[in-house]
């Protein structure tokens, strides 16, 4: 199932099944999904590797799970690079798959985040609120 029209119809079968339809009461997701280049016939043990985040919506999580999957799957794709190897982007996982909380997207909607630590070398001198940018 890689062509766009039956990935809508995947979602529109969701929708239905949840009592929704024509996007009525469907909320988005953002989704983060990870992909490995294969270089086709060749071995290696280094790959370069993709991260893509994108949107979807559904009328539930248990939908934006199975339509984030789907999306993720169409995503994947095959060419000849620059030195003649066929390549080929794999899905390797769907990372996340969150609903975003702003009531429309537009400029600035935040779809993905993630907290994490790490030391800011930069702030054990001056002031904690001053912006690295």
């Given at each position: 199932m890689n062509e766009p029209s039956q990935r809508v119809a995947v979602q529109e079968e969701s929708n239905l099944q949840s009592g929704t339809g024509g996007g009525i009461g469907t909320k988005w997701y953002g989704v983060s999904a990870v992909y490995k280049a294969i270089h086709v016939g060749a071995r290696r043990r280094?790959?370069?590797w993709e991260r893509i985040i994108f949107v979807i919506q559904a009328a539930s999580e248990p939908a934006a799970d199975e339509i984030a999957l789907q999306?993720?799957?169409d995503k994947e794709r095959e060419y000849v690079g620059g030195g003649g190897d066929v390549i080929s982007w794999v899905l390797q996982?769907?990372?996340k798959v969150e609903e975003i909380l702003d009531a429309e997207i537009r400029e600035g909607?935040?779809?993905l985040w993630e907290f994490f630590e790490r030391v800011d070398?930069?702030?054990q001198s001056g002031d904690e609120r001053t912006s690295a940018v």
């Open positions: 280094r790959h370069l999306v993720a799957r996982e769907v990372e909607t935040e779809v070398k930069r702030t």
